[in-house]
């Protein structure tokens, strides 16, 4: 059997190449999201100021609902009580037992100028940290009173500063003159731990425990049973205590690979079995004659399997690598956007290309087997009979499936005029391919009829390059419609993703943009937050009308569906009753003034699909795991700009990072000369910057998401032309043999280049009339939904540019193997294989 299959292969090579490079494709695109998925669950960042420790007690940072979804993440640090670490140093076996804590600070030089060092949310720490540090030198003495620090020796020489002299501090937003007790060999802003603890708030980040030799494991077994509902941490997953924030970078590669993969997936599925069908319907003729002499239609079967796995298995050779390189480079992508922290590596395993060998194998076992299931059951006669031709009359059965897809798709398209949500706007791209998959399946019976239609109106005396065209459309119209499928799946595949990014952020940069009335923004970066007594300066400086703290968060809205308690991260805004003065969010019922106390605003779609009406109460897990109900004072519009809640700084106080705010937003009565006291106002305090724009608090930012999309987009994009590209070419140079019959009975090589132009032209231009199609209805669905208009927002050049390329695509994929399969004299093209 391997015999034959490497002999028949060996006149086949268009249809196998076109199989190789979707199976290499395909395994470079799903080893890249595997190992992204992989590293959601075992990658750790690495353990830094925490190496000294052998057991980390933390609080838990995810959230599990009952539902058997996957745990979300928490953004905000969740502290333990203060009082742990002496509870946990009377345990036996344990030789220490520090509390550590972070907060915002950031030392000033001589100028006033922010001295950089490190991440100033969490540069400051109390001495006792310092008992986790190996090998850090210190040169004086611990700081032992409230106006004492230690520094580390890069910040103390960058300051100008030494043991014993003065440096002013702003820590936990309050500016102060420290003296320098000590100067230390490792990163850090170090005060009395009593100082800290008043800096920090209650309770602190984590317990560090060190062991006596050999006394780990009992620890840890103990300190399970004291510090129950608390993480017990060693070894590699000490370095996700140390920064929470990979842990919702962790979190994140789970849900983008499984948002990749599904349509990733589709892709890789219809390219691989597009080109197997090509391939297996190349050898139709061959295969028939083996049931002529004797082959079993299991033979036939596995002999056409066994062929595409050879050539599947030679491209896994190289896929699987460029997979593991595809990772890397996603990786660096989610870095670049802020999505994933630059201390969380990826983890390689052998994992994601053993899954991405099974899939592809399985993909292909499938799609061969389904490719030569007709010719492999039907009688040897009739079989060799139909070798060189198509059935007549295509399935019923299918293009009713077709349709009704296409029915559903469209159905399905409506989501955004139900849900002016993300939510609303993914069915708009899922719309697009489902109608896609019934245009597979409808197609023949479409481009039969279309064909048949155009046959009986062509005028007497057409050209024969034009009647043969219409005639090949008719005859063969499983051929035809596959390459029209292929190329309406890349219309549809790009107009529905593109413009539906692109809506979606226009639509949210408007409610922005509507929604905020300030017209400057001050923040804080080089602080780690706002200094506490900022917005009182603000508010006298002349000619602001009016000021408002503004700090994002993400809280988690748990629900229940068919009967259990599901659960998602939300983003929110944390806004004091003065927000009305800087924003206007549309508010539909109650007041933003009410926002103090536990109370909270909801967007007008969350209030109807969580029942959280004005006056109800919600209950919500906040940033830092705390649970919490509050009453509903406010409905407003604009959510898809603002978020579905705003929360009261009331009831997130405590509950954030740095406990601080991110950002003032500032309305003016728009003169210059306010903006010339605010511009004096933050070059007179150190590490102030002022935005020119309200809407800088994630307004006009590209979001990160939308860039990811992107760039998958276009690699998916050029893997799909490339696809389609190879089996349009596998597809023509299998027609020598018509070609060569053709010039047998007397048409010359031009009249067939000819005919070959008049089929591109139709394929063109039904694919492109049937993509445009199955793209305009949820388009314009979304665009009603989120623009109240019936176009969506996208650059103007994207349809004509998809136009002009599938237009090449189909052009020089024929016309090219056109010319080559021209070149063999006819007699010879026949007897080949």
Same mark, same amino acid.
């Given at each position: ?70 745990? &979300? ?8 009580? $203060? ?7 009377? +345990? ?19 100028? $006033? ?25 210190? *040169? ?36 102060? =003159? ?41 620890? =840890? ?38 948002? +990749? ?9 219809? &390219? ?37 796995? &050879? ?25 670049? =956007? ?42 040897? *006669? ?102 029209? *499928? ?164 009331? +009831? ?23 903006? %010339? ?7 007179? %305090? ?45 597809? =023509? ?11 047998? &009975? ?47 927002? $996208? ?22 193997? *056109? ?15």
């Amino acid at each position: 059997m391997l015999y034959l299959a490497l002999r028949m292969a060996r006149y086949r090579i268009a249809a196998l190449v076109a199989i190789a490079c979707a199976a290499l494709g395909g395994a470079a695109f799903i080893t890249g999201i595997g190992v992204l998925a992989e590293s959601g669950f075992r990658s750790h960042a690495p353990v830094g100021r925490l190496a000294g420790a052998d057991v980390v007690v933390s609080a838990g940072q995810s959230y599990k609902a009952t539902g058997g979804e996957p745990a &979300i993440a928490l953004p905000e640090r969740a502290r333990v009580p $203060g009082d742990l670490a002496g509870r946990l140093a009377r +345990l036996p076996g344990v030789t220490a037992a520090i509390g550590d804590l972070s907060f915002p600070a950031a030392v000033l030089d001589r100028h $006033g100028a922010v001295v950089p060092a490190g991440d100033p949310r969490t540069a400051g720490h109390g001495w006792a940290s310092t008992g986790l540090l190996e090998h850090a030198p210190v *040169t004086g003495t611990p700081p032992a009173g409230p106006a004492e620090i230690a520094l580390d020796r890069r910040t103390a020489a960058a300051a100008g500063v030494t043991a014993g002299g003065q440096v002013s501090v702003v820590a936990a937003g309050h500016r102060a =003159t420290y003296r320098v007790s000590a100067v230390i060999g490792a990163p850090g802003i170090y005060f009395a731990d009593a100082t800290a603890a008043r800096l920090a708030g209650p309770g602190v980040d984590l317990v560090a425990l060190r062991t006596a030799p050999g006394a780990r494991t009992s620890v =840890t077994a103990k300190v399970h049973e004291a510090a129950r509902g608390l993480n017990v941490s060693t070894g590699a997953a000490r370095g996700d205590v140390e920064a929470p924030d990979t842990a919702t970078g962790r979190g994140t590669l789970p849900l983008l690979a499984s948002s +990749l993969a599904g349509v990733t997936l589709l892709v890789v599925g219809f &390219i691989v079995g597009g080109a197997l069908a090509v391939s297996i319907g190349s050898q139709r003729r061959d295969l028939a004659l083996m049931r002529a002499v004797g082959a079993t239609p299991r033979q036939v079967r596995r002999l056409a399997a066994l062929q595409a796995t &050879i050539v599947t298995v030679a491209a896994l050779v190289p896929g699987v690598p460029l997979g593991y390189l595809l990772a890397e480079r996603l990786r660096l992508l989610l870095v670049s =956007t802020g999505m994933l922290p630059s201390s969380l590596p990826l983890t390689f395993s052998p994992l994601p290309a053993v899954a991405a060998v099974i899939l592809l194998l399985l993909v292909v076992r499938v799609s061969s087997w389904c490719a030569a299931f007709r010719t492999a059951r039907m009688p040897a *006669t009739e079989a060799v009979a139909e070798s060189r031709s198509e059935p007549r009359d295509p399935s019923k059965g299918r293009a009713f499936a077709g349709l009704l897809l296409i029915v559903g798709a469209t159905v399905l398209s409506v989501g955004p005029l139900l849900a002016r949500s993300q939510a609303g706007a993914a069915v708009t791209a899922l719309a697009g391919i489902i109608a896609t998959i019934g245009l597979a399946l409808a197609g023949p019976v479409m481009v039969g009829r279309i064909a048949h239609t155009l046959a009986r109106r062509l005028p007497v005396g057409v050209a024969a390059s034009t009647w043969l065209a219409v005639a090949n459309s008719r005859g063969y119209a499983l051929r035809v419609a596959g390459a029209i *499928t292929t190329l309406a799946m890349a219309v549809v595949f790009t107009l529905t993703y593109a413009l539906t990014q692109t809506t979606v952020l226009k639509a949210t940069s408007a409610d922005v943009s509507d929604g905020t009335r300030a017209q400057f923004t001050m923040t804080a970066p080089g602080l780690g937050g706002v200094p506490d007594d900022l917005p009182a300066a603000v508010r006298a400086t002349r000619g602001v009308k009016a000021v408002a703290p503004v700090t994002s968060t993400a809280v988690i809205w748990p629900y229940k569906m068919f009967g259990d308690i599901q659960a998602d991260s939300q983003p929110a805004r944390i806004l004091n009753p003065a927000a009305p003065g800087v924003l206007d969010l549309d508010v539909r019922a109650g007041d933003l003034a009410d926002l103090t106390g536990a109370t909270v605003a909801v967007a007008s779609d969350a209030a109807k699909t969580r029942h959280a009406p004005l006056d109800g109460t919600v209950n919500l897990i906040l940033g830092d795991g705390a649970h919490v109900s509050a009453r509903v004072v406010a409905v407003y519009g604009r959510g898809l700009g603002f978020g579905p809640v705003a929360i009261s700084r009331d +009831l997130a106080a405590g509950h954030t990072a740095t406990r601080l705010d991110q950002s003032l937003l500032i309305r003016t009565d728009g003169t210059a000369a306010a903006r %010339r006291g605010l511009t004096a106002l933050a070059a007179s %305090r150190p590490g102030l910057a002022l935005g020119d724009s309200g809407t800088a608090d994630n307004g006009d930012a590209v979001p990160p998401e939308l860039w990811i999309n992107v760039a998958v987009l276009t690699v998916l994009l050029g893997y799909l032309l490339l696809g389609i590209a190879n089996k349009l070419v596998a597809t =023509t140079a299998g027609r020598r043999h018509e070609f060569a019959a053709l010039q047998l &009975i007397g048409a010359t090589p031009g009249q067939i280049r000819k005919m070959m132009r008049r089929e591109a032209a139709l394929i063109c231009t039904v694919a492109l009339g049937t993509g445009f199609l199955l793209s305009v209805v949820p388009l314009v669905l979304l665009s009603i939904g989120f623009l109240h208009r019936p176009w969506p927002a $996208g650059p103007i050049w994207l349809p004509p540019g998809v136009a002009l390329v599938v237009a090449a695509i189909a052009f020089l994929t024929m016309e090219i193997p *056109t010319r080559r399969a021209l070149r063999i004299p006819p007699a010879q093209a026949l007897t080949r294989g």
